[in-house]
């Protein structure tokens, strides 16, 4: 029996370096090994010269032996802070300490493995890492093996344990809730532990699985901010702890309820990724991380984007009110407006007229559609559309031929009631009978019909969430979802498929390897999107953002705004349209087209390129689409609140070039003359107006600012910056 543990092995150091960022991690053959560094981008060559324990002078009354912050680190044996590993073997086994550690260049410089032995509790972890050099996102998984004799109960695997600098002074997270996404959340950092937590099953509205740290002055463009996601779709939870050095470890992982994971020996437990990041150039800077890293991992039909289709959804123009005249003669709308991608939304399957009844039974209702859905969707192909079609796989409506026949399909509990949501409940898709069932009815609409699109939805949190076996079921739901995504599209390589959980509930890096744009809320009021595109833009980039001009008054708030500032907001996005267009008066149907065109001639440019998010005060906020270094740039301000100042605040724009002059003209649909947006009568706003536009300096635009116009609230000024 040892009394302390030996004397250090020599160290050896893993760096790997990206544009902005670097990484330290300090190995000894016989612990797990120690995070040094992850922070600004360090010289090459530039490392620690001397092992962490030579630089840190034991404190008072602390153990005799120094256990600073692991890559892994564990509960039990000297290490008192948040674990990554929280296990056992029926009471046992529950002090974990890595050690006997091996580590591999899978790509030299850029990606490995590190290998770590618990010989005690008979454990080995392996933890995957890549840094990519260009967007300077560190990707983690974890792999854990249960390599006793017994079975190990898991209780948290952390995805990633990462460290963070003591200048780390703030947290900002998402809150919310349906019809109310991304809602900002800050909260200081201090020496209590922060943590969110959430067990809905789904990645939820209300809690978002990451967040952005920032330093002491970090700000939109400039300072040291971090940030971390997990890309995953069900339970999660995130915690941030205060070290006594000084510095905070950031944990990630999948939530997991008591006894849901439990090792066999020779089993192996899997943690989705962690993909994070680090900028020194703000928020801005960081979100262009997650951009790049998205579209990266973005898998498109034929391995490259379209351009983002204008769609047209049924939702809201008809709800469950399906009748075939009618929705011939919307496809006929929505095509002279311009609409590529047609949507028939809820409502179309056997007896689905209400939310109380049809879920599970995927085929058309015969009394709505008494020759299937052929004709509608040959009517819509016919006008040069796409046609899409909205389903719930994962749900079952009490009330329905499906649960009827397998009521023990739906996950239960039981002596649980099984409580419902919206009148229904949760198929267990783990079970291969179920998820062979929703795969073949699926498959046979699509090798019958036209459809190049699917409408995912996901509308309840999972509750009484048992399987079969009477254990919890939230974690086999997620990669059972991801597997039938992935079936389907194996089946179909054509289709393109949206993430909806009413609205922005399933919006994580998880499902987007498997779908293509994401229903960001049901909550369609313009004035309420300013905010939730602004959250969304901090992780996601707009192409995938579905962004819809809905109708005035907004169904889900009562709030009108003029189509002009509807057609704004939605612009960026991906641009769908998503009330009853065969009614619209003359003049506002033209204003639609004119957005629908002016989408058309810059959605590349919007898709493509970076996002800036800014705030010129005075209840005016901006986004800028551009390059750096390129010549066109696209501004887009919205005036949220009616000016509390007597001039309006000018926009500076610190990503232009400041060695170059920029002609500007302001962008208005054909439709709408730019009076309609903004008082202009002031000569620069009458300029900007010309074909000529307004000749500016950059660098008077980076730091003095781009003049704004007085004008009413929810209204928009678009601006289009060429570089000369
Ligand atoms: C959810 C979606 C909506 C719509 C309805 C249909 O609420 O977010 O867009 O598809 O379901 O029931």
Same mark, same amino acid.
Not at 128 to 152: C, F, K, M, W, Y
Not at 402 to 431: C, E, F, K, Y
Not at 684 to 701: H, K, S
């Given at each position: ?38 922070? %600004?981008? =360090?010289?090459? !060559? ?5 092992? &962490?324990? #030579?630089? *840190?002078?034991?404190?008072? $009354?602390? @153990? ?8 892994? %680190?564990? =509960?039990?044996? !000297? ?5 990554? &590993?929280? #296990?056992? *073997?029926?009471?046992?086994? $529950?002090? @974990? ?24 509790? *008979? ?5 995957? @890492? ?31 344990? @990462? ?562």
């Amino acid at each position: 029996m040892a009394y302390a543990p030996l004397p250090d092995s020599p160290a050896e150091y893993v760096v790997l370096h990206g544009r902005e960022s670097s990484l330290v991690i300090e190995c000894h053959a016989d612990e797990g090994p120690l995070w040094r560094y992850w922070g %600004p981008r =360090l010289a090459d !060559g530039a490392g620690p010269a001397l092992p &962490l324990r #030579a630089s *840190r002078p034991l404190p008072s $009354f602390m @153990l005799d032996h120094d256990q600073p912050l692991t890559v892994m %680190p564990g =509960l039990g044996v !000297g290490w008192f802070g948040q674990s990554a &590993l929280l #296990a056992h *073997r029926a009471g046992r086994d $529950f002090s @974990l300490a890595f050690g006997r550690c091996r580590w591999h260049w899978v790509e030299p410089g850029r990606a490995l493995w590190l290998e770590m032995h618990d010989d005690v509790a *008979r454990l080995q972890a392996t933890l995957h @890492l890549q840094l990519d050099g260009d967007s300077d996102v560190l990707r983690i998984r974890t792999e854990l093996l249960n390599a006793g004799d017994a079975p190990l109960d898991v209780q948290w695997l952390a995805a990633a344990t @990462l460290p963070l600098p003591d200048s780390c002074t703030a947290v900002r997270s998402f809150a919310g809730q349906h019809m109310v996404e991304f809602l900002p959340q800050v909260d200081p950092l201090t020496r209590s532990t922060w943590r969110r937590e959430n067990r809905r099953g789904r990645t939820s509205q209300d809690c978002f699985p990451g967040a952005v740290v920032t330093t002491t002055g970090a700000t939109a463009d400039t300072g040291l901010v971090y940030g971390a996601h997990l890309a995953w779709s069900g339970n999660h939870q995130q915690s941030i702890e205060w070290l006594h050095d000084g510095q905070f470890l950031w944990q990630l992982g999948e939530w997991l309820a008591p006894g849901e994971v439990r090792l066999a020996p020779g089993e192996r437990l899997q943690t989705p990724e962690v993909v994070a990041s680090l900028s020194t150039q703000g928020l801005n800077g960081l979100a262009a991380h997650f951009h790049a890293e998205l579209r990266r991992r973005l898998s498109w039909p034929q391995g490259q984007m379209a351009p983002r289709p204008v769609h047209l959804n049924t939702w809201e123009a008809l709800y469950f009110d399906h009748r075939l005249p009618e929705l011939e003669a919307l496809a006929d709308a929505a095509a002279d407006v311009g609409i590529e991608r047609f949507v028939l939304d809820d409502g179309w399957f056997l007896g689905r007229h209400h939310d109380r009844a049809g879920l599970g039974d995927w085929w058309a209702d015969p009394q709505k559609y008494p020759d299937g859905l052929a004709p509608l969707a040959q009517h819509v192909v016919s006008r040069g559309m796409q046609f899409g079609l909205w389903f719930e796989p994962e749900m079952v409506n009490p009330d329905s031929e499906l649960h009827r026949a397998h009521p023990d399909w739906a996950l239960q509990i039981d002596g649980r009631p099984m409580l419902t949501a919206r009148n229904q409940l949760v198929l267990d898709i783990s079970r291969r009978e179920v998820s062979d069932y929703l795969f073949d009815k699926l498959d046979a609409l699509l090798r019958s019909l036209p459809i190049a699109y699917i409408k995912w939805d996901h509308n309840r949190d999972l509750a009484t969430a048992g399987g079969a076996d009477g254990r919890p079921a939230w974690h086999a739901q997620v990669p059972a979802a991801y597997a039938l995504m992935a079936r389907l599209r194996q089946a179909h390589p054509a289709l393109e498929i949206e993430s909806c959980s009413g609205g922005g509930g399933r919006i994580d890096f998880g499902v987007l390897q498997h779908t293509h744009r994401v229903w960001t809320s049901d909550n369609i009021d313009a004035l309420s999107r300013v905010d939730i595109q602004r959250g969304f833009l901090q992780f996601f980039p707009p192409e995938i953002m579905g962004a819809h001009i809905g109708t005035a008054p907004a169904h889900s708030t009562g709030r009108s705004q003029a189509m002009a500032f509807r057609g704004a907001v939605a612009l960026p996005g991906h641009l769908g349209v998503e009330l009853d267009v065969r009614h619209l008066d003359a003049h506002t149907r033209d204003e639609l087209k004119g957005w629908i065109t002016l989408y058309k001639q810059w959605r590349e440019h919007l898709h493509r390129s970076r996002v800036w998010l800014g705030d010129a005060g005075d209840h005016v906020v901006w986004q800028m689409h551009g390059e750096p270094g390129g010549s066109d740039w696209l501004l887009l301000s919205y005036r949220t609140a009616p000016s509390t100042l007597r001039y309006a605040p000018a926009a500076r724009l610190p990503m232009l070039d400041g060695s170059r002059r920029y002609r500007l003209r302001v962008v208005t649909p054909q439709a709408l003359p730019a009076e309609a947006l903004y008082n202009g009568s002031a000569a620069f706003f009458e300029a900007l107006r010309t074909p000529q536009g307004v000749e500016m300096d950059g660098d008077w635009l980076r730091h003095a600012g781009l003049p704004l116009p007085r004008a009413k609230a929810e209204t928009a000024f678009i601006v289009h910056l060429q570089a000369l």
